[in-house]
């Protein structure tokens, strides 16, 4: 699913960082550029380095899983802290692809996200929110891997939410091992089988989808 543009900046790339699961899936496009993969505990090392490349004029990507526009923020604030200019080349969200194969549109529904390194207090009271309100679909990003989809469904049970609501969990979207599950809460909450951190559930609350999607 990536994008031409993103097709285009890797080949002209000198430098391409990011994490060895996304560096394995561009791979085919990386041309003759240097490649410096980075992990949790060495991303700061791996941005030094990559800073005093494009004092000396060589071109960098930095890539993020699917768009970087949904959960990249901190790793996009890293890039940002070290870089004078930063080009976005959005690409192609989970989101997106969730939202077309359960068949429901943006504008009917309401994205949330835990993905992040924060209290996320709040965003389960607005998951709770608009499960009650019961206008919009939600499309909500776990936590890996203390806020995973049967804990999340369990937390929504307790809310007083109903066991029988709706809810798709899809894993590793458009990559090798996709995955649907479907069912109600109660159902959801009760799986014991490890989820993959590229996970997404949508709720099903508002106008259901035409049939046949």
């Not at 494009?54 to 890539?63: H, N, S, W």
């Not at 990003?141 to 999340?152: E, S």
């Amino acid at each position: 699913m990536l994008t031409l543009q993103g097709q285009e900046a890797l080949r002209n790339a000198d430098l391409v960082l990011g994490f060895t699961t996304v560096l394995n899936v561009v791979q085919p496009w990386l041309g003759d550029a240097e490649v410096r993969p980075m992990s949790y505990r060495d991303q700061e090392d791996v941005l030094e380095y990559a800073e005093g490349q494009v004092k000396a004029g060589k071109r960098c990507v930095v890539c993020c899983w699917g768009d970087l526009n949904v959960s990249a923020r901190e790793l996009l604030a890293r890039v940002r802290r070290r870089a004078g200019a930063v080009e976005l080349v959005p690409g192609i969200s989970s989101v997106q692809v969730a939202m077309a194969r359960t068949g429901i549109s943006l504008e009917d529904s309401v994205f949330i996200t835990l993905h992040k390194r924060a209290d996320t207090a709040s965003e389960l009271e607005e998951l709770v929110h608009y499960i009650n309100e019961g206008r919009r679909h939600i499309i909500l990003l776990p936590r890996p891997f203390d806020l995973m989809p049967a804990a999340i469904a369990q937390g929504l049970i307790d809310a007083g939410v109903p066991n029988d609501l709706p809810v798709t969990v899809y894993q590793r979207l458009t990559l090798e091992g996709e995955k649907r599950w479907s069912g109600g809460l109660r159902d959801c909450s009760e799986i014991t089988e490890e989820f993959s951190d590229l996970s997404i559930m949508v709720f099903l609350t508002g106008t259901a989808p035409p049939e046949g999607r």
